[in-house]
């Protein structure tokens, strides 16, 4: 955050702690050039002309080939890049410069003119033309083959001289400007994920909307079953714990959008079925387990709901956590049903789960 006490009461920003490296791609400047071409050029007309009207003119099909050297133990050697296979030859080993840049273009001219029956009518004329710009200085480069050439505002101009009634003396002058850049990567320091976000389910497919079968899609299901129709609390389907009811049944999920700052609020909603006769003997159990990068497990938070407390009609049942400490790097959501095994009589209800939440709700 800003503060604003230092002697020029100018604020000064205080990066955050968390902040995370990144490594991107980027152009890094190597020089910016401009040079002046000069085009010399004698042109017959197709008839004769009483005057030149004008002459419009610009600079097409620019290209450049840099041309580097390489600092050896003993000597320089020159050579052109790879990205140039028809300039390429064998480049020895060695730190690599870049020294200067080979333009190639062409000079278009529309010559508009007055013939003998006062018409105006025009041609066209293609002068191409070749410089060579040396550099300042050589530029070190890391990879030749990563060096880029940009032109940026190139124009041009045309004077004449009508010497003969068909004969057209032209003197062009092309103005290029350019850039001579490296794409490199670099690291940078990038600012986090917003730490806690408001109102952000950090849960995919909450609702259980995706299924492939009887297995949702982005959730990890133990002993589950799709539950749709009017079982479902909203959307198309729910998550129906006990398949087989007499065994455990879990949904559950991963999440690395973990602030260990903050705290959290589990939610979900559930009821149960209970068939004819009834004999509901479970533990309905909704679980945050902590790890680190290392996949060791941190902290378990858990709370658990007997069957008398689930009713037939939906209900949300919530669970507050907080991770124990900061080296957590996800968390594993899991609701469950847990049921005694080898008892008689079996448990035969089963629970519906929809609707999950993981929220950030504040600062610890």
Known sequence: MPHNNNFNNEPIMVEPQDLRCMR????????????????????????????????????????????????????????????????????????????????????????????MDDAVKHVGEDIPFTKTIDLAEPEPVMDIDDVEIQFHGSRADVTWDLVRASRLQQTGVIIIRLKVSEQRQIFVAVCPFEPCPTNRNLLRDPSFEQWIGDTPLLWGATNVFRASGELARTGTFAAGLGLDPTLPAAVFQTTRRINPDFLYRL??????????????????????????????????????????????????????????????????????????????????????????????????
């Open 267 to 364: 939610c979900f909603w559930a009821r149960k079925l209970t068939p004819l006769p009834p004999n509901c003997d479970f533990t309905l159990e909704a679980q945050v387990t902590f790890f680190d990068a290392d996949h060791n497990q941190i902290d378990v938070q858990s709370q658990s709901w007997s069957d008398d407390q689930v009713p037939t009609a939906y209900k949300q049942f919530c669970l507050d956590v907080g991770p124990a400490n900061g080296d957590i790097a996800y968390a594993l959501v899991r609701i469950a049903m847990q049921v005694p095994v080898g008892t008689t009589p079996p448990n035969n209800c089963q629970v519906i789960i929809d609707d999950a939440t993981l929220l950030c709700i504040r600062r610890r």
């Open 24 to 115: 991107i791609k980027v152009p890094v400047v190597l020089a910016e050039e401009e040079a002046q071409v000069v085009v010399d050029t004698t042109f017959c007309l197709p008839e004769l002309a009483k005057k030149i009207d004008h002459i419009d003119v610009s600079v097409q099909n620019l290209e450049a080939d840099p041309v580097f050297v390489h600092e050896t133990e003993s000597t320089w050697n020159m050579s052109i890049s790879k990205k140039w296979p028809h300039m390429a030859h064998f480049m020895p080993s060695g730190r690599a410069f870049v020294k200067k840049v080979i333009v190639h273009g062409t000079l278009h001219k529309q010559i508009f003119y007055v013939n």
